[in-house]
């Protein structure tokens, strides 16, 4: 690709839901559709908190069909070392002070669930990356969805999905939403 091209003909950002209060409700993202990116990059971005604030725990699930809590869902073994990566820190003030990369996070073994065991009481961003292959495709496996466990306090969070590498490249206008 050339030098012009345009980061959105690279990536399809998409919210997964409604930014909200994980005071009581989690959040159940939409479906993703694998068949139109490679890659998708599930970015949890969370509000300061304290000690006694829950922690994000995301889990994956895969499903053929897109109808939420369906039958054909099950577990997607994805989150390995490697794949999950957090930016965080005490508040949004010393996050904006970071000076560092990533922290990688470690998981050796593939499961379907991450918690981050001190974003309760912290502020920042948690990165899980999924990939085509990461689903059941030969048994028809095609969408992928990141819930968020209640965190019994106040915490606001968004979850965003990165659509990367479009296996139909297009201009931003013409591009696939993932979401279905």
Not at 109 to 121: I, K, L, N, R
Not at 127 to 135: A, N, P, S, T, V
């Amino acid at each position: 690709m050339g030098q012009n091209v345009k980061g959105l003909e690279r990536c399809y950002p998409v919210l997964a839901g409604a930014p909200i209060d994980l005071n009581s409700p989690g959040m159940t993202g939409d479906y993703f559709n694998m068949s139109k990116y490679r890659r998708c990059l599930v970015i949890i971005a969370f509000g300061d908190g304290t000690a006694t604030t829950g922690d994000i725990v995301a889990t994956l699930s895969q499903s053929k069909t897109v109808a939420n809590g369906d039958s054909s869902d099950k577990v997607l073994n994805a989150l390995v070392t490697g794949r999950i990566y957090a930016q965080v820190a005490a508040t949004y003030a010393a996050y904006a002070q970071l000076t560092g990369g990533w922290t990688e996070e470690t998981q050796v073994v593939a499961d379907e669930v991450w918690t981050d065991d001190d974003s309760g009481e912290q502020c920042g961003i948690i990165c899980l990356e999924i990939r085509q292959e990461d689903l059941d495709v030969d048994s028809g496996f095609i969408y992928f969805k990141c819930s968020l466990t209640a965190a019994a306090s106040a915490k606001v969070a968004a979850m965003i999905y990165l659509g990367l590498d479009p296996t139909n490249e297009a201009a931003p206008v013409n591009m696939a939403n993932p979401l279905v």
